[in-house]
């Protein structure tokens, strides 16, 4: 019995996944953050508010992203946004000298290059899979992970061997000749393409998958709902990406070598790249919400455990590992449930708008954790109110209706 195609579709989609800008730009910055403050003299607020300006940028470009991926199709939309973002990293460490050169930078990697996040990725498998869709889902937002596992050990060794821009060149390389190719030459934006149906089933199964089945299950719920995974997602990010931006320099202050600290930050990774993959594989069974609300608890416990004083290896993995689990679980989780509430012909739209609202979230994290260490000298304020944030947010998940599915969990 032959591969259904699909699932190549998904380890591409992973690859290129792990060279987005969630990995390359933002969530890379954290290992930047000590060699820049140092030979620039610039606070860790001046250098968060990169972070601010790139999500505040993406948020605003992700529903014409959408729109432009519905109309257009992934693949158009994708592979010129990963050259601009491949462009807009290798300018860093040749441009930049005052802190407003990285603010810009970082503005227009996430206005211009906001075609290379997930959406374009998940649109096209949202069209390769029904049934397990969740699964699909899961294992390419992995690569989300992967990106995480690997590029704080690489940036780390690279900045410790030849400076702090030569982590800059290596990441604009990769995006040129890894995640471009993916986008130009491998994906495709339907198993129609390729003479196939969704899943690799027969004829038929593509009028279910377009989103004749999905929806809200009690009338005119459909607003709430929207409005509700608007709110909680943003809470999320704030939460997690503000943590995930200063992670290194907490561990680093707590009196952890960096090269430890950074291999912290592996360890996120592969607590995000474990958790996608079987959370994918969780909401293609149970009601996905519900394991959202598990998530976030965990999450939450995480988070105070690092305000309790994790400052050992054996602690701070296991503390890292429980944080790791909701950002494991996130973007997957935003794609399903938009898929699943509101259908994917319109797929683009809504979660573009949606993620642009858990990137308005995330807009102001960084900068709200470097504030709080600017002025009380410790993070551990930050930590207990973003833990708390998390149990509303995991409440309100409980409260979510069913929506209907042909194949999904939740009938």
Sequence with gaps: MRLFRGWWMVAASAVGLSTNPGQFAFGALGVFMLPLTREFGWSRTDVSLALTAFTVALAMALPVVGLLVDRYGG?????????????????IPLTVSRAWHLWLLFLLIGSLAAGANALPYLRILGAWFDRRRGLAFGLAMAGGGLGYTYVPPLLQWLIGQWGWRSGYIALGTMVLLIAAPIAGLILRDTPEEAGLHPDGEGQGTEIREQG????????????SVFLLLLGVFAILSLCLYGLLAHLVPMLV??????????????????AILVSRAGIGYLIDRWFAPHIAAACFILSALGLAWFAAGADD???????????????GAEI???????????????????????????????????????????ARGSYDPALIGAAGLLVVAALVMLILPQYRSDHGAGQ
Excluded at 214 to 223: L, M, S
Excluded at 313 to 327: E, Y
């Design 75 to 91: 693949r158009r939309v994708l592979f010129p946004s990963v050259l601009i973002f491949g462009v807009l990293l290798l300018a």
């Design 212 to 223: 004749s089945g999905a929806g809200v299950r009690e009338p005119g719920a459909g607003r």
């Design 253 to 270: 202050d707590r009196g952890i070598r960096p090269t430890d600290a950074a291999w912290a930050a592996a360890l996120l990774g592969i």
């Design 313 to 327: 290896r054996i602690s701070v993995g296991i503390a890292t590992c429980l944080v790791g689990v909701s950002i």
């Design 332 to 374: 997957d989780l935003l794609a399903f449930l938009t898929s699943r509430y509101f259908g994917l012909r319109r797929f683009g739209t809504f979660y573009g708008i949606m993620f642009a609202g858990f990137l308005l979230g995330a807009a102001p994290g960084p900068v709200v954790y470097g504030a709080v260490f600017d």
